[in-house]
């Protein structure tokens, strides 16, 4: 599930249940509208309430720290519980995206 919350400037996307191939592929179409139409500064995935990543949500990520470059805009991912953040760093994503609050 996606929740949109969007002031023009900043995108906040709120990610909740599991974030596999299924789920990944509606949240990438719901987003890279959103990105195209407002072509925010930042874009942040907020995690919080996601249970399990596999690697397509590393491709989700990817693709939307793409597109956020593509527009001039940056993204950041916050609120990933130990779990996922370890996922991220692991598959070399850590040192290319900022992520905050993590643990």
């Known amino acids: 599930m996606l929740k949109i919350y969007n ?3 900043r995108i906040t996307a709120a990610i909740s249940g ?8 509606e949240i990438r179409t719901q987003l ?4 195209a139409r407002s072509r925010p500064e930042l874009l942040i995935l907020d995690f919080g309430d996601v249970g399990f990543m596999d690697s ?6 990817l693709g939307r720290s793409r597109s956020m470059r593509a527009v001039g805009g940056e ?6 519980r130990r779990e996922i953040a370890e996922v991220i760093k692991i598959s070399g ?3 290319l995206i900022a992520m905050q609050n993590v643990g």
């Open 7 to 9: 002031d023009g400037n």
């Open 18 to 25: 599991d974030l596999d191939h299924h789920a990944a592929r």
């Open 32 to 35: 890279d509208d959103v990105i």
């Open 56 to 61: 397509s949500g590393i491709g989700l990520i």
């Open 75 to 80: 993204l950041l991912i916050k609120n990933a």
């Open 93 to 95: 994503l850590g040192s």
